[in-house]
């Protein structure tokens, strides 16, 4: 099994209000989920995190903690061992970029109502993002 280290932001604002994008590429193209990707070669997990933020946003983020791990299996075998931060934005201007489609703010409770990528609003949830309905 081949395993690839990723990592990914959520992003809130003032308002608790979440930032995700809307995948513009397989796995899971047309699902919301957070800004996310593979780490690079002399890159830790936190710098990843933030590069991929500003890569499919345009914002610049400050990265504050670690939530936690998840692996993420794909159809081939591979597995994307997904370290996942909190972050807030420094600046710049929102805008989609790279491989998002779209790239919005949505409030904790519109977050049901969305087309996620699997598991998201689960691991949310779990890590104390938003809360249980």
């Known amino acids: 099994m081949r395993r690839i280290q990723a990592a990914?932001?959520?992003v809130t604002d003032?308002?608790?209000r979440v930032l995700l994008v809307?995948?513009?590429?397989?796995?899971?193209?047309?699902?919301?989920?957070?800004?996310?990707?593979?780490?690079?070669p002399g890159e830790t997990h936190?710098?990843?995190?933030?590069?991929?933020?500003?890569?499919?946003?345009?914002?610049?983020?400050r990265v504050v903690r670690e939530l936690g791990v998840v692996e993420l299996p794909s159809t081939d075998g591979t597995v994307f061992e997904a370290h996942d931060f909190l972050a807030e934005?420094?600046?710049?201007e929102l805008r989609?970029?790279?491989?998002?489609?779209?790239?919005?703010?949505?409030?904790?409770d519109e977050l049901p109502t969305l087309s996620l990528?699997?598991?998201?609003l689960d691991w949310?949830?779990?890590?104390?993002?938003?809360?249980t309905p």
């Open 8 to 10: 990914g932001a959520v």
């Open 14 to 16: 003032a308002a608790g």
């Open 22 to 40: 809307l995948r513009g590429h397989e796995p899971q193209s047309g699902r919301w989920s957070i800004p996310g990707g593979r780490v690079e």
């Open 46 to 61: 936190a710098q990843a995190a933030a590069r991929e933020v500003l890569e499919e946003t345009g914002l610049t983020v």
């Open 89 to 92: 934005v420094v600046s710049g």
């Open 96 to 108: 989609a970029a790279d491989d998002a489609a779209d790239a919005r703010w949505f409030a904790p």
């Open 117 to 120: 990528t699997v598991g998201l």
């Open 124 to 131: 949310l949830r779990r890590f104390g993002v938003t809360a």
